[in-house]
């Protein structure tokens, strides 16, 4: 699929479960996850950070394992939410932060140029085409190659695309929670990857052991999780996950399920479990 001006595969790797509890701090078992990390990095197209991961942690963690990059592989990170303590999410994406985050993602990173920047969140304090216009300046100067958004409705991605070419989005979005099908059906029609995060449902959907999901991967013979990013794959051609894991046995699997194929029965039935709740986006 694109993304972008690149080819990249349809399954990429989320690197926030690496880190500690929650996404902060270092991780209990470094080297499994350095492990887990340099085979995402010869196996993927696509590895997703952000500056708030750790915080800072994850980005100098990529850049460690896997620095000088191999070509073809995609590092995407963001800039406009802070991580001040676990569980703890604020947004600030005021213009001048936006900047200073991204040119110490760069260093971080060890790289001159980012290829996928993205807006986190939308923050209630700052109008959202200043965050936009900002990032938009960064691609203008060389800093970053392509722009992405984070957590938008359709009418944000709309606004955005008025300012600079947008070639992703990232929401919530899983066979469970599809509160943002409106987005999701706006990127296919616009060809705009679509990288859904929490598309295991923080692993609970491949703990699914007696449902719907269950009773698929039985017939497929695989697993519940490789059955709900099947799902993502199958419900939209742009539509790029980024599974992330601390275990390489999961990695795995979740590389596997880019091979399953669901036919009309199993998205019928896999449609019964979904949750659209009446705030969607």
């Not at 932060?97 to 700052?126: F, G, K, M, N, T």
């Not at 070419?165 to 706006?186: A, E, H, I, K, T």
């Amino acid at each position: 699929m694109r993304l972008g001006d690149r080819n990249v595969r349809r399954i990429g790797f989320g690197a926030l479960r690496l880190l500690g509890p929650g996404g902060f701090g270092r991780p209990e078992r470094p080297a499994a996850v350095a492990a887990v990390l340099a085979r995402a990095g010869s196996e993927v197209d696509v590895i997703d950070t952000a500056d708030c991961y750790g915080p800072y942690l994850s980005e100098e963690m990529i850049a460690e394992t896997l620095h000088p990059y191999r070509d073809g592989l995609v590092i995407a990170t963001k800039g406009g939410l802070t991580c001040p303590r676990p569980g703890a999410w604020i947004p600030d994406a005021s213009p001048d932060r936006l900047r200073r985050c991204c040119l110490r993602s760069l260093r971080r990173l060890r790289i001159e140029q980012i290829e996928l920047y993205q807006l986190h969140a939308v923050d209630p304090e700052i109008e959202f085409e200043r965050s936009v216009d900002a990032i938009a300046r960064l691609r203008e100067d060389g800093l970053v190659r392509h722009v992405g958004l984070c957590n938008v409705t359709a009418d944000q991605v709309e606004r955005a695309r008025g300012i600079v070419p947008v070639v992703s989005v990232q929401n919530r979005y899983n066979v469970v929670d599809r509160s943002c099908d409106v987005v999701v059906d706006l990127c296919a029609a616009e060809g705009i990857a679509f990288l859904p995060w929490f598309p295991l449902e923080r692993g609970a959907l491949g703990r699914d052991g007696s449902g719907l999901l269950a009773s698929v991967a039985v017939k497929h013979r695989t697993t519940a999780a490789g059955v709900a990013l099947a799902w993502l794959l199958h419900r939209s051609p742009t539509i790029l996950p980024i599974p992330g894991t601390s275990s390489l046995d999961h990695f795995a699997e979740n590389l596997l399920a880019g091979q399953l194929v669901l036919d009309d029965d199993d998205m019928r039935a896999l449609d019964q479990v979904a949750q659209r709740p009446e705030r969607g986006i």
